[in-house]
């Protein structure tokens, strides 16, 4: 089973609408992020959460919104989708970045793609 | 200061040659540089990394090259094959913070 799941994988929605995309992770981690692909423009954060009390925005949260529902579970909302979100969007996991034994790696889901019409 | 550049946008390459991958970033406080692979279809997995107490580190067929004065650093990938086509994304953070990304470079190697 994979580590990072992400749901659903593929989503088309109309302008206005309001659309979850769900992350959940195996791998025991605290940390939990959001990102935006698009082409040209490599990985933007969107959200980053260190622990369940935590949230923090990320570089281009506008338009966005998170949860963390458990430790295992991070959620991206659009309360009202618009064309110009249509993106492939990614979770990730990492432990305790840099820390003394620890590898600083972010474990990436496979993406959803999102399409807003 | 935030910014990690990253040249080119793409690279064709023919099986067997040498691809090289160039990133450089402004912040001289970043002391941690991964790069990322990413196939069609998967999100990015992690493929090396350094951390500027070393000029080069080696794995297999992929070499960092890490330039602190310049603060540029390259990925090398030897004898590139069909199976290194995918998009490599450079990045860069400081301890315990988030990372910064290139915009990523899309590497075809051709059979």
């Known amino acids: 089973d994979a580590d990072v799941t992400q749901t659903p994988r593929n989503r088309i929605t109309k302008t206005g609408k309001r659309i979850m995309l769900e992350c959940s992770q195996t791998?025991?981690?605290?940390?939990m992020y959001w990102y935006r692909q698009d082409p040209g423009l490599g990985l933007q954060l969107i959200y980053y959460s260190f622990d369940v009390k935590d949230i923090n925005k990320g570089e281009i949260s506008d338009g966005y919104s998170v949860s963390r529902q458990a430790q295992a579970k991070f959620s991206l909302s659009l309360e009202s989708a618009i064309p110009n979100q249509t993106a492939l969007y990614f979770c990730?996991?990492?432990?305790?970045?840099?820390?003394?034994?620890?590898?600083?790696?972010?474990?990436f889901g496979p993406g959803t793609r999102l399409t807003v019409l | 200061q935030q910014q990690v550049k990253q040249s080119p946008q793409s690279l064709i390459v023919q099986k067997g040659g040498i691809s090289i991958i160039n990133c450089a970033y402004e912040?001289?406080?970043?002391?941690?540089f991964p790069w990322y692979q990413q196939f069609p279809g998967k999100g990015p997995a992690l493929l090396i990394a350094i951390r500027p107490d070393v000029s080069e580190k080696k794995e297999g067929r992929f070499t960092i090259s890490f330039n602190k004065s310049a603060k540029q650093f390259s990925l090398h990938i030897m004898d590139s094959q069909p199976g290194d086509s995918a998009t490599y994304f450079c990045?860069?953070?400081?301890?315990?913070?988030?990372?910064?990304f290139g915009p990523g470079t899309r590497l075809s190697v051709l059979p």
């Open positions: 990045a860069a953070s400081k301890y315990g913070q988030n990372f910064v």
């Open positions: 791998k025991g981690h605290d940390r």
């Open positions: 912040n001289t406080a970043f002391d941690y």
């Open positions: 990730a996991t990492s432990d305790d970045c840099g820390l003394a034994g620890h590898k600083n790696e972010q474990f």
